[in-house]
């Protein structure tokens, strides 16, 4: 919740990409120029890595690729000292520092060439580089074949994971030693990529996802990277979304659960505001609530639970590291929250227990501790057509259009007589397009 406020209302700098579906004709569209490589072809990447806004690199010989879309371009283009060097024409391995504590490196891309890292912040060289891999890393090998991230909470500390061959070297940022495992089971990682909590590793044009503490895999691996880390013709679910404008932003509804989860809902599509390091990605809502195959109209959080409502049903989720629908539900509006009708926002502020719902101009107090639940308040707002609400430690937000408006309180959302200055939403808090 807090890192959404931050975004909300300090506007953090993010990476972009809020998508709705598209046409059928655009679902194919990708710049093709057949003099570059095309990854969409089947690529063996050489690395993968986010950088400081959360746009992810992939890189091919003296080429990559920006974001989960678009063509090929030069590496030197973006990391110009990259072959500066010894022409080598290829980084081994690439990850990106986590290792907050520390500004001087936190955020940072460091790239493995042979013997030698460069560290690169803002896409600028930093001072002192390149210099032997082990100066920086000492215990690690040269001539990698892939890195990553790994922070503390997935891995025992803050950690990069260095792989070459079947060897995984576990350096510990803090004490700056290696641990050395093997984990034959797993294919030779080309490349190696954190991404939204999981880990992947590259091979060929599959990948395969591990536990980073123990190398474990799942049967379910190695999938073709086309159907999910780009947008290829012909493969994958990612490929039916485009980017949409600002101006045009409408929400259903946005929350953030007590873990922090922040989550905004808009049409067949959500995308969580809270793991904005790794850039903002839309997906579908049946995704993580199964049977949710419609958009919602509102949701809110309340002890442990998401309670999504869609029509004149609500839906009660239990959050954890998966939302399971409790049983029982759908049940009515009626039954639930002793309410009718349709229901345009609704949220609750942290450790209240009152649910604030907006049906047009009105807006109701209900209280969820009460059975039945029951109305305490209904008063009217000068504001309508609202499409979604949030409260969090800073204040409420309530969403209208591409615009939203601010209070400091639900009382004083309550007894306003006049609304007051919108302001935009942009493309660092919802990764649309400017
Ligand atoms: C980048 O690399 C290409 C091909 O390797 C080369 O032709 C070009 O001059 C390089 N550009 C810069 C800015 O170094
Ligand atoms: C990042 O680089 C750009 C252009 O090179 C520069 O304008 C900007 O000030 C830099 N930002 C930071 C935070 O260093
Ligand atoms: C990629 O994975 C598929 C299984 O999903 C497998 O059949 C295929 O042989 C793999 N290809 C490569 C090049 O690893």
């Known amino acids: 919740m807090e890192l959404f406020t931050k975004t909300l209302f300090l506007c953090a700098a993010l990476a972009l990409t809020l998508a709705a579906p598209a046409p059928p004709q655009d679902a194919a569209a990708e710049d093709v120029d057949h003099s570059l490589p095309n990854r969409c072809d089947g690529i063996e990447f050489d690395a993968v890595t986010p950088d400081e806004k959360g746009i992810t690199f992939f890189f091919k010989g003296p080429y990559l690729w920006k974001g989960f879309h678009g063509p090929a371009q030069l590496s030197n283009e973006s990391f110009k000292e990259l072959d500066d060097l010894h022409h080598i024409g290829h980084v081994d391995a690439a990850f990106r520092m986590h290792d907050p504590d520390n500004t001087d490196d936190h955020d940072h891309i460091y790239f493995f060439l042979d013997d030698k890292v460069f560290s690169y912040y803002n896409h600028s060289l930093e001072d002192g580089y390149p210099k032997e891999i082990q100066e920086d890393f000492p215990g690690v090998p040269s001539h990698l074949d892939a890195a990553v991230e790994c922070p503390k909470g997935e891995c025992g500390d803050d950690s990069v994971l260095f792989f070459k061959g079947h060897d995984v070297h576990v350096y510990d940022i803090t004490t700056k030693t290696v641990k050395t495992k093997s984990w034959p089971h797993l294919p030779v990682c080309t490349s190696a990529f954190r991404w939204l909590e999981h880990y992947y590793c590259f091979h060929g044009h599959n990948f395969t996802r591990f536990n980073p503490l123990s190398g474990e895999v799942s049967a379910l691996y190695p999938k073709d990277a086309r159907d999910y880390f780009m947008r290829c013709p012909n493969f994958g679910h990612g490929g039916d979304y485009q980017v949409i404008k600002c101006k045009d932003v409408k929400l259903d509804a946005i929350t953030a659960d007590d873990s922090g989860k922040t989550y905004f809902f808009a049409g067949p599509i959500y995308m969580r505001l809270d793991t904005s390091r790794d850039g903002l990605h839309a997906f579908p809502i049946t995704r993580t609530w199964k049977e949710l195959t419609t958009s919602v109209d509102a949701v809110f959080s309340y002890s442990d639970k998401m309670y999504m409502i869609t029509g004149d049903h609500v839906y009660i989720y239990k959050g954890g590291v998966h939302y399971t629908l409790i049983d029982g539900y759908p049940?009515?509006?009626?039954?639930?929250?002793?309410?009718?009708?349709?229901?345009?926002?609704?949220?609750?502020?942290?450790?209240?227990?009152?649910?604030?719902?907006?049906?047009?101009?009105?807006?109701?107090?209900?209280?969820?501790?009460?059975?039945?639940?029951?109305?305490?308040?209904?008063?009217?707002?000068?504001?309508?057509?609202?499409?979604?609400?949030f409260c969090g430690p800073q204040g409420i937000a309530v969403f209208k259009g591409s615009e939203y408006y601010k209070y400091q309180s639900a009382m004083l959302l309550a007894s306003s007589r006049i609304a007051p200055k919108p302001h935009i939403i942009t493309s660092e808090m919802m990764g649309c397009e400017d």
Do not use: M, W
Request: hydrophobic share 35%; glycine share 6%; aromatic share 2%.
């Open 331 to 389: 049940k009515s509006l009626k039954e639930e929250l002793g309410i009718e009708g349709h229901v345009d926002a609704a949220f609750v502020c942290p450790n209240e227990h009152t649910v604030h719902i907006i049906q047009g101009q009105k807006l109701l107090d209900v209280d969820l501790t009460a059975t039945p639940r029951t109305t305490t308040q209904e008063t009217n707002l000068p504001l309508s057509d609202i499409d979604a609400g």
